[in-house]
């Protein structure tokens, strides 16, 4: 008997045909299985489900899922040096992307992937100074925050002075 395959949908169009025993890792789309009614008799007829990302996010987290679908949930958070040598791979992208991922895994209600993301991103800025980490996570000086309120038209400053006595 051929497998059933789900069908999923990325916000910018991409369809997505997945077998249901790695989604149910994610408690967002598994609820949306059970809310359509969806079997593997008839998921060939059903809408697809519609995730609020990037299609080359899902497609990382379907990745992820499938990777991952033999193992038990993790019994405790995983430090980065701890990952299988897979994980270590898949994890090696630009924060921006890493940062879109952990907000998809959290909203999709995949733990073990959050926590994994959160160990990864933590490993990013292990080591290093201030500066190295504000241009990492793109994390601006209070001056140059400041500096933009003035030029806009000083929205956000104040021009109240204090004096003691």
Known sequence: MPTALY????????????ERAPMIVSSFINQKFIDQGANDRNCDRMEPILLPFNG???SMII???????NEAPMSKKLRYCEFQDWD???????????????????ALGIEDLMNMGCSAAAELI??????EIRKIYGIRTDEEQMEDALAAGGEGTSTTTFTVD
């Open 7 to 18: 069908k999923l949908k990325s916000e910018d169009g991409q369809i997505f045909e997945v």
């Open 126 to 131: 292990r080591g290093k100074n201030t500066e």
């Open 56 to 58: 080359s996010i899902i």
């Open 63 to 69: 990745k992820w899922l499938y990777h991952h679908q």
């Open 88 to 106: 270590k791979e898949f994890f090696k992208m630009e924060s921006g992307v890493l940062f879109a991922l952990l907000n998809a895994a959290h």
